[in-house]
Every structure is written in structure tokens, then in C-alpha cells.
Nanobody, 119 residues
Framework: QVQLVESGGGLVQPGGSLRLSCAASGMIFSLYDMGWYRQAPGKQRELVAAITNGGSANYADSVKGRFTISRDNAKNTVYLQMNSLKPEDTAVYYC?????????????WGQGTQVTVSS
């Protein structure tokens, strides 16, 4: 059974930093592309950052230069380092694992972790 468990969310002041972690189990982590999404109240879920199984990363324009996604395949964990946080970064952040082959597609989600940026 695949599980993705996020941690590291919380309340932080504007300009502060947080590091989110997502620990995966029940899957061959190194085969999956991993992503962080977020959903603010009243808004659609959006992609924040993603990293392929080969280590290539991409970011939403709104977080470029402030957020960094990384992965540790030995620990089955993906991270999101968030610096220079802004109130508009407030959202529930979700971890996603995705893999597509010629015969099937896997798509798994964590339960989410709340990030609140406020003074």
C-alpha cells in the first residue's frame, strides 16, 4: 500500500522559511516523478514544484528563486525548501507521486500539510 506522509508545515512570519518533507512507502520511490502542489481556500490546486525521477526540477513562476525541491532516493523522501515566504504562499501543501508507463499510470497523493504565512 502506497503512503505519502507530509510534514514540516506550520505558521511562519513573512520572509521566513520552512522545509516540507514527504516520506514515501510502499513504492519504488526512485521510479516516480515527485511533485508539491498547494491549494488555498477558494482556489484550485496548483503545481508548485516537481522533480523527475532523473532529478530535473521545474517550478511555478510564483515560487522561482524562493523554493527548492529536492529528493533523497536513499530515504524515499522529497523535500520542499521554502524561503522568503509571503502571505500568498498560505495553503495546504500536498505531495504527489506520479509514474506513467506504456501500460498504466500511477498517481498518489499525501494528506496535505498546512502552511500559514502571517505576522
Amino acid at each position: 500500500q502506497v503512503q505519502l506522509v507530509e510534514s514540516g508545515g506550520g505558521l511562519v512570519q513573512p520572509g521566513g522559511s520552512l522545509r516540507l518533507s514527504c516520506a514515501a512507502s510502499g513504492m519504488i520511490f526512485s521510479l516516480y516523478d515527485m511533485g508539491w502542489y498547494r491549494q488555498a481556500p477558494g482556489k484550485q490546486r496548483e503545481l508548485v514544484a516537481a522533480i523527475t525521477n532523473g532529478g530535473s526540477a521545474n517550478y511555478a513562476d510564483s515560487v522561482k528563486g524562493r523554493f527548492t525541491i529536492s529528493r533523497d532516493n536513499a530515504k524515499n523522501t522529497v523535500y520542499l525548501q521554502m524561503n522568503s515566504l509571503k502571505p500568498e504562499d498560505t495553503a495546504v501543501y500536498y505531495c504527489n507521486a506520479f509514474r506513467k508507463t506504456s501500460v498504466y499510470e500511477d498517481d498518489y497523493w499525501g494528506q496535505g500539510t498546512q502552511v500559514t504565512v502571517s505576522s
